[in-house]
């Protein structure tokens, strides 16, 4: 079939919540995808910051063949030997202590909100309030709906769960003022990715930190977008030389596969009980091998070294070329956010006609996001593509 008859059946038969682009890929590897009529293109969107060790990796793909032929699901009504293995790896190398998993980000961050309750109950009267940032993303469930700082995400769902306060992003004086006796903790992106790329400045997280501590408040990151070395490290928070309380990882963790995590540390801990929360896939044979080989593989093959120089590759090319169509580029890592001066959804739909994938973010940012495996090479061409992109609008 051709791209046009998968979008006619999609159309017909698939629920109207996305507005997709009109190509059906069917084939990856590494950098590039191609699509059901054969044709290429350069993947700068990594299923939006998702295929961190790029397409059907050969590490992947072989833990993924062995465990499928062994085992997929068992519950964790028993013990779950790769998900005690991952949870092993992931708190040797976090400030964690100890490791929920579940299946997606906004999972992830309902546990991190449940446990930040269960905490509130147990050492500060009840508190439940969490402080969010405007202009932030966690997820698509009712409270992550309730959560995120961005009107147009709530539109039609009220009455939305309590308990979330937004304050604007970067302003500790800010968060400040909205403490009181309810308030539990503090919810934050080291870079806000689907509200436009912002990054959280170094002295706003540091202070963040000291606030937390000062007022007896969990300190809670998101990184699901920015962790599994998205940007450079393993988690965005040791670039900031910050440590938080609770943090959240789906994403790039499975390199494609369902899997996230919520991490945690012995003060969060102390306050769950069993069946305080649960997940009935989160962290099954399957996932947690393929997460175990992702998080090893960025951890012992260079991955981190590759991102810092292809980071750099980026924004050399734009401080290079001082396009007059760019207004600001912004980001850490690979996790790289162009402001444009042109529409950006016209820019995206035009890269993809040039086999560029790029993601849109808010404030007319376009987001590069390349596999963390991408060579300087690939990047290089993805880069001229981009060049062709902006020369078609100037």
Known sequence: MLNRDYQRLAEKYLAP???????????????????????????????????????????????????????????????????????????????????????????????????????????????????????????????????????????????????????????????????????????????????????????????????????????????????????????AYSLYQVEPDILTSAKGLGSGFPIAATLINDKVSSSIHTSSHASTFGGNPLAARIGYEVVKTIIDDGVLDNVRICSEVIFNFFKRKNFSLVEEVRGLGLLIGIKLKVDVKSFVLEALKKGLLLVPAADNVVRILPPLTATVDEIESGLAVFEDVILSFD
């Open 17 to 235: 919540v996305y507005s997709q682009y009109p190509v059906a890929f069917v084939k990856g590897k590494g950098t590039f995808l191609w699509d059901c009529e054969g044709k290429k293109y350069i993947d700068f969107s990594s299923g939006i910051a998702t295929v961190s060790l790029g397409h059907c990796h050969p590490k992947i793909v072989s833990a993924l063949k062995d465990q499928a032929g062994r085992l997929w699901h068992v519950s964790n009504l028993y013990l779950i030997p790769w998900q005690i293995e991952l949870a092993k790896l992931l708190v040797e190398n976090t400030f964690a202590s100890k490791v929920f998993f579940c299946n997606s980000g906004a999972e992830a961050n309902e546990a991190a909100v449940k446990f930040a309750r269960l905490w509130g109950k147990r050492y500060r009267n009840g508190a439940y309030k969490i402080i969010t940032a405007v202009g932030s993303f966690h997820g698509r469930t009712l409270a992550m709906v309730s959560a995120t700082g961005q009107d147009k995400i709530k539109e039609g769902f009220a009455p939305l769960p309590e308990g979330f306060v937004h304050v604007p992003f970067n302003n500790i004086e800010s968060i400040e003022s909205a403490i009181d006796s309810e308030t539990v903790a503090v919810m934050v992106e080291p870079v806000q990715g689907e509200g436009g790329v912002v990054k959280a400045n170094e002295e706003y997280i540091k202070e963040l930190r000291f606030l937390c501590h000062k007022n007896n408040l969990l300190l809670i990151f998101d990184e699901v977008q920015t962790g599994i070395g998205r940007c450079g490290s393993l988690f």
